[in-house]
Protein backbone atom coordinates (compact mmCIF):
# COMPACT_ATOMS: atom_id res chain seq x y z
CA UNK A 1 0.00 0.00 0.00
CA UNK A 2 3.20 2.36 0.75
CA UNK A 3 4.54 1.76 -2.96
CA UNK A 4 0.90 2.81 -4.23
CA UNK A 5 0.61 5.80 -1.89
CA UNK A 6 3.71 6.72 -3.09
CA UNK A 7 3.54 6.29 -6.69
CA UNK A 8 0.31 8.46 -6.52
CA UNK A 9 1.91 11.20 -5.14
CA UNK A 10 5.01 11.16 -6.84
CA UNK A 11 3.55 10.65 -10.28
CA UNK A 12 0.24 13.32 -9.87
CA UNK A 13 -2.34 10.62 -9.71
CA UNK A 14 -3.24 11.95 -6.21
CA UNK A 15 -2.47 14.21 -3.38
CA UNK A 16 -3.18 14.49 0.15
CA UNK A 17 -5.87 17.67 0.64
CA UNK A 18 -4.67 21.33 1.18
CA UNK A 19 -1.14 19.23 2.17
CA UNK A 20 0.46 22.59 2.38
CA UNK A 21 -1.58 23.70 5.31
CA UNK A 22 -1.05 20.11 7.04
CA UNK A 23 -3.95 18.26 5.20
CA UNK A 24 -7.54 18.22 6.08
CA UNK A 25 -8.34 14.38 7.25
CA UNK A 26 -9.99 12.00 4.75
CA UNK A 27 -10.09 14.42 1.79
CA UNK A 28 -7.92 13.96 -1.05
CA UNK A 29 -7.36 15.96 -4.80
CA UNK A 30 -7.06 13.89 -7.95
CA UNK A 31 -4.05 14.84 -9.79
CA UNK A 32 -3.34 15.40 -13.82
CA UNK A 33 -3.13 11.67 -13.71
CA UNK A 34 -5.72 10.97 -11.33
CA UNK A 35 -8.31 12.56 -12.62
CA UNK A 36 -7.35 11.13 -16.49
CA UNK A 37 -8.08 7.82 -14.58
CA UNK A 38 -10.98 8.34 -12.54
CA UNK A 39 -12.93 9.88 -15.71
CA UNK A 40 -11.39 6.18 -17.31
CA UNK A 41 -13.30 4.47 -14.95
CA UNK A 42 -16.42 6.39 -14.98
CA UNK A 43 -16.48 6.24 -18.85
CA UNK A 44 -16.00 2.35 -18.73
CA UNK A 45 -18.78 2.28 -16.12
CA UNK A 46 -21.14 3.91 -18.48
CA UNK A 47 -20.23 2.50 -21.13
CA UNK A 48 -21.18 -1.22 -19.53
CA UNK A 49 -24.11 0.50 -17.79
CA UNK A 50 -25.80 2.58 -20.83
CA UNK A 51 -23.74 3.56 -23.45
CA UNK A 52 -24.29 -0.48 -24.97
CA UNK A 53 -27.65 -0.88 -23.63
CA UNK A 54 -30.93 -0.73 -24.79
CA UNK A 55 -32.96 -0.57 -21.24
CA UNK A 56 -30.76 2.19 -19.38
CA UNK A 57 -30.72 5.69 -19.34
CA UNK A 58 -28.95 8.31 -17.52
CA UNK A 59 -29.82 11.06 -15.10
CA UNK A 60 -28.03 13.82 -13.02
CA UNK A 61 -29.72 14.48 -10.08
CA UNK A 62 -29.08 17.52 -7.53
CA UNK A 63 -26.66 17.11 -4.57
CA UNK A 64 -28.23 19.42 -2.12
CA UNK A 65 -31.89 17.62 -0.74
CA UNK A 66 -34.79 18.58 0.89
CA UNK A 67 -35.35 16.65 3.98
CA UNK A 68 -38.72 15.10 3.02
CA UNK A 69 -36.78 12.23 0.95
CA UNK A 70 -34.78 11.10 3.22
CA UNK A 71 -37.39 10.79 6.26
CA UNK A 72 -39.10 9.21 3.40
CA UNK A 73 -36.39 6.78 2.69
CA UNK A 74 -35.44 6.40 6.39
CA UNK A 75 -32.05 8.01 6.36
CA UNK A 76 -32.85 10.44 9.09
CA UNK A 77 -33.74 7.75 11.34
CA UNK A 78 -31.63 4.77 10.05
CA UNK A 79 -28.61 6.58 8.95
CA UNK A 80 -26.69 6.08 12.02
CA UNK A 81 -23.51 4.63 13.07
CA UNK A 82 -22.42 3.43 17.05
CA UNK A 83 -20.34 5.89 18.26
CA UNK A 84 -18.01 5.27 21.24
CA UNK A 85 -14.87 7.91 23.08
CA UNK A 86 -12.04 6.49 24.26
CA UNK A 87 -12.38 8.04 27.67
CA UNK A 88 -8.32 7.94 28.10
CA UNK A 89 -7.33 9.74 24.88
CA UNK A 90 -10.33 11.17 23.72
CA UNK A 91 -10.33 9.34 20.20
CA UNK A 92 -13.94 8.78 18.57
CA UNK A 93 -14.40 5.09 16.95
CA UNK A 94 -16.81 3.12 15.71
CA UNK A 95 -17.84 0.59 18.22
CA UNK A 96 -18.82 -2.20 15.66
CA UNK A 97 -14.93 -2.13 14.16
CA UNK A 98 -13.13 -1.77 17.38
CA UNK A 99 -13.81 -5.06 19.34
CA UNK A 100 -13.44 -3.09 22.26
CA UNK A 101 -10.30 -1.89 22.54
CA UNK A 102 -9.15 1.57 21.47
CA UNK A 103 -7.06 1.46 18.14
CA UNK A 104 -5.36 4.55 19.48
CA UNK A 105 -4.01 3.75 23.11
CA UNK A 106 -5.21 0.50 24.02
CA UNK A 107 -7.66 1.50 26.73
CA UNK A 108 -10.68 -0.36 27.34
CA UNK A 109 -12.35 2.57 28.75
CA UNK A 110 -14.75 3.78 26.27
CA UNK A 111 -18.16 5.43 26.73
CA UNK A 112 -21.65 4.14 26.24
CA UNK A 113 -22.12 3.77 22.16
CA UNK A 114 -24.85 6.24 21.13
CA UNK A 115 -26.34 6.61 17.24
CA UNK A 116 -24.81 9.22 14.99
CA UNK A 117 -26.31 10.21 12.41
CA UNK A 118 -23.55 10.09 8.86
CA UNK A 119 -25.46 12.75 6.97
CA UNK A 120 -24.12 16.62 6.22
CA UNK A 121 -26.46 19.36 7.13
CA UNK A 122 -26.48 22.45 6.02
CA UNK A 123 -28.94 25.13 5.58
CA UNK A 124 -30.43 27.05 2.21
CA UNK A 125 -30.97 30.73 2.19
CA UNK A 126 -30.05 33.48 4.64
CA UNK A 127 -31.82 32.26 7.53
CA UNK A 128 -30.63 28.93 9.63
CA UNK A 129 -33.53 27.64 10.79
CA UNK A 130 -35.62 24.41 10.90
CA UNK A 131 -37.52 25.70 7.52
CA UNK A 132 -34.05 26.21 5.45
CA UNK A 133 -32.39 22.66 6.15
CA UNK A 134 -30.63 20.75 3.96
CA UNK A 135 -28.75 17.64 3.22
CA UNK A 136 -25.80 16.73 1.20
CA UNK A 137 -27.52 13.36 -0.35
CA UNK A 138 -25.33 10.45 1.46
CA UNK A 139 -25.90 8.22 -1.62
CA UNK A 140 -27.16 9.13 -5.42
CA UNK A 141 -29.66 6.53 -5.08
CA UNK A 142 -32.82 8.54 -4.04
CA UNK A 143 -32.48 10.81 -6.62
CA UNK A 144 -33.57 8.44 -9.46
CA UNK A 145 -36.12 6.62 -6.97
CA UNK A 146 -37.90 10.28 -7.23
CA UNK A 147 -37.59 10.76 -10.86
CA UNK A 148 -38.46 7.19 -11.66
CA UNK A 149 -41.88 8.56 -12.49
CA UNK A 150 -40.97 11.48 -14.61
CA UNK A 151 -38.16 9.66 -16.58
CA UNK A 152 -40.38 6.52 -17.24
CA UNK A 153 -43.10 8.78 -18.55
CA UNK A 154 -41.04 10.99 -20.72
CA UNK A 155 -38.92 8.53 -22.36
CA UNK A 156 -41.65 5.87 -22.74
CA UNK A 157 -40.25 3.17 -20.88
CA UNK A 158 -41.50 0.02 -19.59
CA UNK A 159 -39.86 -1.89 -17.00
CA UNK A 160 -37.67 -3.62 -17.09
CA UNK A 161 -35.88 -0.45 -17.42
CA UNK A 162 -32.99 0.96 -15.63
CA UNK A 163 -32.02 4.84 -14.53
CA UNK A 164 -27.83 5.23 -14.07
CA UNK A 165 -26.00 8.34 -12.24
CA UNK A 166 -22.66 9.10 -11.34
CA UNK A 167 -21.28 11.78 -8.56
CA UNK A 168 -20.61 12.94 -5.84
CA UNK A 169 -21.82 11.66 -2.60
CA UNK A 170 -21.36 12.75 1.24
CA UNK A 171 -21.08 10.32 4.42
CA UNK A 172 -19.97 12.18 8.29
CA UNK A 173 -17.53 8.52 8.34
CA UNK A 174 -16.62 8.06 12.35
CA UNK A 175 -13.15 6.60 11.06
CA UNK A 176 -12.29 6.98 7.43
CA UNK A 177 -9.17 5.69 6.44
CA UNK A 178 -6.84 3.23 4.30
CA UNK A 179 -6.11 6.27 1.78
CA UNK A 180 -9.20 6.68 -0.60
CA UNK A 181 -10.74 3.77 0.72
CA UNK A 182 -12.90 5.04 2.93
CA UNK A 183 -13.41 8.84 2.67
CA UNK A 184 -16.61 11.40 3.73
CA UNK A 185 -16.19 13.13 0.21
CA UNK A 186 -16.86 9.95 -2.73
CA UNK A 187 -17.75 9.07 -5.93
CA UNK A 188 -20.63 6.79 -6.50
CA UNK A 189 -21.63 4.93 -10.00
CA UNK A 190 -25.23 3.25 -9.49
CA UNK A 191 -28.09 2.07 -11.32
CA UNK A 192 -31.61 1.20 -10.24
CA UNK A 193 -33.02 -1.35 -12.29
CA UNK A 194 -37.18 -1.38 -12.25
CA UNK A 195 -38.42 -4.24 -12.91
CA UNK A 196 -41.55 -6.61 -12.77
CA UNK A 197 -41.79 -8.43 -9.33
CA UNK A 198 -41.74 -11.61 -10.09
CA UNK A 199 -38.65 -11.06 -12.30
CA UNK A 200 -36.49 -9.55 -9.36
CA UNK A 201 -35.03 -12.70 -8.98
CA UNK A 202 -33.86 -13.30 -12.14
CA UNK A 203 -32.85 -9.84 -12.91
CA UNK A 204 -31.23 -9.74 -9.20
CA UNK A 205 -28.79 -12.73 -10.45
CA UNK A 206 -28.21 -11.24 -13.52
CA UNK A 207 -26.98 -7.92 -12.75
CA UNK A 208 -24.52 -9.03 -9.66
CA UNK A 209 -22.98 -11.77 -12.57
CA UNK A 210 -22.54 -9.23 -15.18
CA UNK A 211 -21.19 -6.63 -12.39
CA UNK A 212 -18.72 -8.97 -11.41
CA UNK A 213 -17.36 -9.70 -14.83
CA UNK A 214 -16.86 -6.27 -15.72
CA UNK A 215 -13.71 -5.45 -13.16
CA UNK A 216 -12.40 -9.16 -14.68
CA UNK A 217 -12.73 -7.70 -18.24
CA UNK A 218 -10.72 -4.64 -17.38
CA UNK A 219 -7.96 -6.83 -15.59
CA UNK A 220 -8.38 -7.22 -12.63
CA UNK A 221 -7.22 -11.30 -12.04
CA UNK A 222 -10.07 -13.99 -10.34
CA UNK A 223 -7.47 -14.43 -7.09
CA UNK A 224 -8.12 -10.28 -6.24
CA UNK A 225 -12.12 -10.45 -6.40
CA UNK A 226 -14.72 -12.35 -5.08
CA UNK A 227 -18.35 -12.30 -4.63
CA UNK A 228 -19.97 -12.64 -1.35
CA UNK A 229 -23.71 -13.17 -0.62
CA UNK A 230 -24.47 -11.59 2.72
CA UNK A 231 -25.94 -13.80 5.10
CA UNK A 232 -29.95 -13.15 6.29
CA UNK A 233 -29.18 -10.91 9.18
CA UNK A 234 -26.25 -8.96 7.35
CA UNK A 235 -29.06 -7.31 5.04
CA UNK A 236 -30.71 -4.10 5.03
CA UNK A 237 -34.15 -3.80 6.02
CA UNK A 238 -35.18 -2.92 2.22
CA UNK A 239 -32.88 -6.02 1.16
CA UNK A 240 -34.18 -9.20 -0.38
CA UNK A 241 -30.63 -9.97 -1.39
CA UNK A 242 -27.47 -8.48 -1.11
CA UNK A 243 -24.19 -9.63 -3.09
CA UNK A 244 -20.81 -7.58 -2.54
CA UNK A 245 -18.37 -7.31 -5.63
CA UNK A 246 -15.00 -7.62 -3.20
CA UNK A 247 -11.60 -6.83 -3.78
CA UNK A 248 -8.13 -7.99 -1.90
CA UNK A 249 -6.55 -4.86 -0.61
CA UNK A 250 -3.54 -4.79 1.00
CA UNK A 251 -5.69 -4.99 4.39
CA UNK A 252 -7.51 -7.67 3.39
CA UNK A 253 -11.18 -8.11 1.91
CA UNK A 254 -13.56 -5.04 1.26
CA UNK A 255 -16.42 -3.94 -0.77
CA UNK A 256 -16.08 -2.57 -4.14
CA UNK A 257 -20.20 -3.05 -5.44
CA UNK A 258 -23.03 -3.86 -3.85
CA UNK A 259 -25.81 -5.56 -5.89
CA UNK A 260 -29.19 -5.58 -4.00
CA UNK A 261 -32.53 -6.70 -4.89
CA UNK A 262 -34.61 -3.45 -2.95
CA UNK A 263 -37.97 -4.95 -3.11
CA UNK A 264 -40.74 -2.66 -4.20
CA UNK A 265 -39.33 -0.43 -0.72
CA UNK A 266 -37.96 2.85 -1.86
CA UNK A 267 -41.00 3.53 -4.55
CA UNK A 268 -43.79 2.89 -1.65
CA UNK A 269 -41.51 5.23 0.25
CA UNK A 270 -41.33 8.09 -1.80
CA UNK A 271 -45.59 7.43 -3.01
CA UNK A 272 -46.27 7.42 0.69
CA UNK A 273 -43.55 10.76 1.72
CA UNK A 274 -45.17 12.61 -1.23
CA UNK A 275 -48.63 11.61 -2.24
CA UNK A 276 -47.96 10.90 -5.68
CA UNK A 277 -48.46 7.38 -7.25
CA UNK A 278 -44.55 5.48 -8.48
CA UNK A 279 -46.16 2.69 -9.60
CA UNK A 280 -46.48 1.67 -13.35
CA UNK A 281 -49.74 0.25 -15.52
CA UNK A 282 -48.90 -2.25 -17.91
CA UNK A 283 -51.45 -1.22 -21.17
CA UNK A 284 -50.69 -4.71 -22.84
CA UNK A 285 -51.83 -6.96 -19.72
CA UNK A 286 -54.32 -4.60 -17.56
CA UNK A 287 -51.62 -4.73 -14.70
CA UNK A 288 -50.95 -2.18 -12.44
CA UNK A 289 -47.88 -2.74 -9.86
CA UNK A 290 -45.27 -1.11 -8.17
CA UNK A 291 -41.49 -2.52 -10.03
CA UNK A 292 -39.04 -3.87 -7.76
CA UNK A 293 -35.75 -2.32 -7.87
CA UNK A 294 -32.04 -4.15 -8.44
CA UNK A 295 -29.43 -2.28 -7.42
CA UNK A 296 -25.81 -2.05 -8.36
CA UNK A 297 -23.88 0.98 -6.26
CA UNK A 298 -20.59 1.07 -6.86
CA UNK A 299 -17.77 3.37 -5.52
CA UNK A 300 -15.49 5.75 -8.66
CA UNK A 301 -12.89 6.03 -6.51
CA UNK A 302 -12.35 2.73 -4.82
CA UNK A 303 -12.69 1.20 -8.38
CA UNK A 304 -9.74 3.29 -8.97
CA UNK A 305 -8.06 2.46 -6.58
CA UNK A 306 -8.38 -1.41 -6.73
CA UNK A 307 -7.54 -0.97 -10.65
CA UNK A 308 -4.04 0.52 -9.04
CA UNK A 309 -3.32 -2.03 -6.81
CA UNK A 310 -3.97 -4.78 -9.34
CA UNK A 311 -1.84 -3.29 -12.05
CA UNK A 312 0.97 -2.87 -9.96
CA UNK A 313 4.27 -4.94 -10.95
CA UNK A 314 7.90 -4.85 -10.78
CA UNK A 315 10.02 -6.49 -12.98
CA UNK A 316 13.49 -6.66 -14.98
CA UNK A 317 14.33 -5.16 -18.26
CA UNK A 318 17.57 -5.74 -19.69
CA UNK A 319 19.50 -5.84 -16.30
CA UNK A 320 17.59 -3.20 -14.98
CA UNK A 321 14.52 -3.08 -12.23
CA UNK A 322 11.01 -1.63 -14.14
CA UNK A 323 8.14 -0.24 -11.94
CA UNK A 324 4.92 -0.22 -14.39
CA UNK A 325 1.20 -0.27 -14.44
CA UNK A 326 -0.55 -3.42 -16.28
CA UNK A 327 -3.49 -0.67 -16.42
CA UNK A 328 -5.87 -2.15 -18.75
CA UNK A 329 -5.59 0.45 -22.11
CA UNK A 330 -9.19 1.73 -21.68
CA UNK A 331 -8.55 2.95 -18.13
CA UNK A 332 -4.86 4.37 -18.33
CA UNK A 333 -4.52 7.93 -17.93
CA UNK A 334 -2.67 8.18 -21.53
CA UNK A 335 -3.36 5.59 -24.32
CA UNK A 336 -0.19 6.88 -26.32
CA UNK A 337 3.19 8.65 -25.97
CA UNK A 338 4.37 10.36 -28.46
CA UNK A 339 8.28 10.77 -27.80
CA UNK A 340 10.51 12.54 -30.41
CA UNK A 341 14.30 11.21 -30.36
CA UNK A 342 15.30 14.97 -30.33
CA UNK A 343 14.23 18.32 -29.52
CA UNK A 344 15.46 19.20 -33.10
CA UNK A 345 13.27 21.68 -35.01
CA UNK A 346 13.08 19.74 -37.99
CA UNK A 347 12.10 16.36 -35.65
CA UNK A 348 9.86 18.24 -33.39
CA UNK A 349 7.91 19.59 -36.31
CA UNK A 350 7.06 15.87 -37.30
CA UNK A 351 6.09 14.75 -33.51
CA UNK A 352 3.90 17.31 -33.22
CA UNK A 353 1.63 16.70 -36.30
CA UNK A 354 1.86 12.91 -35.23
CA UNK A 355 0.43 13.73 -31.75
CA UNK A 356 -2.10 16.22 -32.77
CA UNK A 357 -3.28 12.57 -35.41
CA UNK A 358 -3.26 10.48 -32.40
CA UNK A 359 -5.00 13.13 -29.70
CA UNK A 360 -8.06 13.35 -31.94
CA UNK A 361 -8.69 10.07 -31.08
CA UNK A 362 -6.69 8.94 -28.01
CA UNK A 363 -5.50 10.78 -24.37
CA UNK A 364 -2.09 11.52 -25.48
CA UNK A 365 1.01 12.34 -23.89
CA UNK A 366 4.12 14.20 -25.29
CA UNK A 367 7.59 14.16 -23.29
CA UNK A 368 10.85 14.98 -25.27
CA UNK A 369 12.70 15.44 -21.76
CA UNK A 370 15.57 13.00 -20.91
CA UNK A 371 16.93 10.18 -22.69
CA UNK A 372 14.55 7.68 -24.68
CA UNK A 373 15.39 5.10 -21.88
CA UNK A 374 14.26 7.12 -19.10
CA UNK A 375 11.15 8.22 -20.71
CA UNK A 376 9.80 4.57 -21.88
CA UNK A 377 10.31 3.90 -17.72
CA UNK A 378 8.09 7.29 -16.73
CA UNK A 379 5.75 5.57 -19.40
CA UNK A 380 6.37 2.57 -18.05
CA UNK A 381 5.46 3.58 -14.52
CA UNK A 382 2.23 5.54 -15.16
CA UNK A 383 0.84 2.86 -16.97
CA UNK A 384 0.58 4.44 -20.80
CA UNK A 385 0.15 0.96 -22.97
CA UNK A 386 2.52 2.23 -26.07
CA UNK A 387 4.58 4.71 -26.92
CA UNK A 388 5.04 6.31 -30.64
CA UNK A 389 8.90 7.38 -31.04
CA UNK A 390 9.50 9.99 -33.90
CA UNK A 391 13.30 9.17 -34.76
CA UNK A 392 15.95 10.97 -37.66
CA UNK A 393 14.85 8.02 -39.99
CA UNK A 394 11.71 9.55 -39.90
CA UNK A 395 12.35 12.21 -41.99
CA UNK A 396 12.77 10.29 -45.01
CA UNK A 397 10.93 6.88 -44.20
CA UNK A 398 7.96 8.35 -43.13
CA UNK A 399 7.46 6.21 -40.18
CA UNK A 400 7.28 5.24 -36.40
CA UNK A 401 8.23 2.97 -33.80
CA UNK A 402 5.36 1.94 -31.91
CA UNK A 403 6.75 0.29 -28.24
CA UNK A 404 4.34 -2.02 -26.32
CA UNK A 405 4.21 -1.53 -22.42
CA UNK A 406 4.27 -4.78 -21.17
CA UNK A 407 6.13 -6.40 -23.85
CA UNK A 408 8.75 -4.18 -24.24
CA UNK A 409 8.65 -5.17 -27.91
CA UNK A 410 9.03 -2.39 -30.94
CA UNK A 411 7.64 -2.56 -34.26
CA UNK A 412 7.89 0.12 -37.19
CA UNK A 413 4.93 1.79 -38.95
CA UNK A 414 4.29 4.16 -41.56
CA UNK A 415 2.55 7.37 -40.07
CA UNK A 416 -0.22 6.83 -42.90
CA UNK A 417 -0.90 3.20 -40.60
CA UNK A 418 -0.58 4.68 -37.19
CA UNK A 419 -3.84 4.70 -36.29
CA UNK A 420 -5.20 1.54 -37.40
CA UNK A 421 -1.88 -0.21 -35.91
CA UNK A 422 -2.82 2.10 -32.27
CA UNK A 423 -6.40 0.64 -32.68
CA UNK A 424 -5.52 -3.11 -33.15
CA UNK A 425 -2.86 -2.45 -30.32
CA UNK A 426 -5.46 -0.77 -28.19
CA UNK A 427 -8.41 -2.51 -28.45
CA UNK A 428 -11.06 0.39 -29.14
Not at 293 to 316: H, K
Request: glycine share 6%; hydrophobic share 40%; net charge negative.
Amino acid sequence: MEKIVSLSKRRGFIFQSAEIYGGFRSTYDYGPLGILMLRNVRNAWWRAMVQTRRDVVGLEASILSTPKIWEASGHLANFTDPLVDCRNCKERWREDQIGGVCPKCGSTDLTEARAFNMMFKTFVGPVEDDASVAYLRPETAQGMFVNFKAVQQALRLKPPFGIAQIGKSFRNEITPGNFVFRTREFEQMEMEFFVPPLEAQGWFEYWYKERYAWYLGLGIPESMIRLRHHEAEELSHYSAGTVDVEFDFPWGWGELEGIANRTDFDLNAHATGSGEKLDYFDQATGERYTPYVIEPAAGATRAMMAFLIAAYDEDVVADEKRLLLRLHPRLAPYSVAILPLSKKPELSEVADRVFRIVAECYSTDYDDTQAIGRRYRRQDEIGTPLCVTVDFETLTDQAVTIRDRDTTEQVRVPISELMPSLSAKLGF
